[in-house]
């Protein structure tokens, strides 16, 4: 049962425009979600996160939607750039520290 | 900054060989958790710790065991590899005292079983 879906394994975007990364959940229990870049041979790295009772968190070019109602949450990045070319997971927790990561959508910024 | 390191970034392991992977966090978090990665699975929960000598299962603890005797330190053991555990290992850590859940990973090992 997966509880966390990136239902797009792939995503292929031009460098300068809008990279809309999507992820689905169905525990209504959760109340924290997060996103992690992966690097190819490298460990994840935090990169967002919003908790259940805001619907939108921007740092810098990244920002996160949550739309609660359609247990949906969105990365936007603007402008994208061929830096940002990696695997982005998103995942979710329930009051714990322990974390329900997606499949992750690879993203592909191309010149 | 929170550091995690694990003891190697690749392995080439045989078959029923015993192996360790080590992972050490130099922030004090209390919670250290190993995954593994493999494409289109994402990453799955082996094994969990809460404190020193407690261990959880986390979803696929099947062939693996954990050890935890240091706070800073937990460690993923394969009793017998199998090629089906080739995979990339990560270990990451987290403190409750943070008050969220992020945490914070290491580099990863690749283990080849062959």
């Known amino acids: 049962d997966q509880q966390v879906k990136q239902n797009s394994p792939s995503l292929s975007v031009q460098e300068g425009r809008i990279s809309i990364l999507n992820c689905d959940y169905t525990n209504s229990m959760f109340d924290y979600f997060l996103w992690y870049k992966k690097y190819p041979a490298e460990g994840p790295t935090f990169l967002i996160s919003i908790s259940s009772i805001k619907d939108k968190n921007e740092d810098g070019r990244f920002t996160v939607f949550l739309n609660k109602s359609a247990k949906h949450l969105s990365l936007h990045i603007v402008p994208s750039q061929p830096g940002d070319s990696a695997v982005y997971f998103c995942?979710?927790?329930?009051?714990?520290?322990?974390?329900?990561f997606g499949t992750g959508t690879r993203l592909q910024v191309f010149p | 900054d929170v550091k995690v390191t694990q003891s190697s970034r690749y392995l080439v392991k045989r078959t029923g060989e015993k192996v360790f992977l080590e992972c050490v966090q130099d922030m004090d978090h209390e919670n250290m958790f190993w995954y593994r990665q493999d494409p289109g699975l994402g990453l799955r929960l082996i094994y969990f710790?809460?404190?020193?000598?407690?261990?959880e299962k986390g979803d696929i603890p099947e062939g693996y065991s954990v050890s935890r005797e240091k706070k800073e330190r937990f460690s993923l053991i394969l009793e017998s590899a199998s090629t089906n555990q080739t995979s990339m290992y990560l270990c990451?850590?987290?403190?409750?005292?943070?008050?969220?859940?992020?945490?914070?990973f290491g580099p990863g090992t690749r283990l080849l079983v062959l």
């Open positions: 710790s809460y404190d020193v000598k407690m261990k």
């Open positions: 990451a850590s987290t403190s409750p005292r943070s008050g969220v859940a992020t945490q914070y």
């Open positions: 995942a979710a927790s329930a009051g714990t520290d322990k974390l329900i």
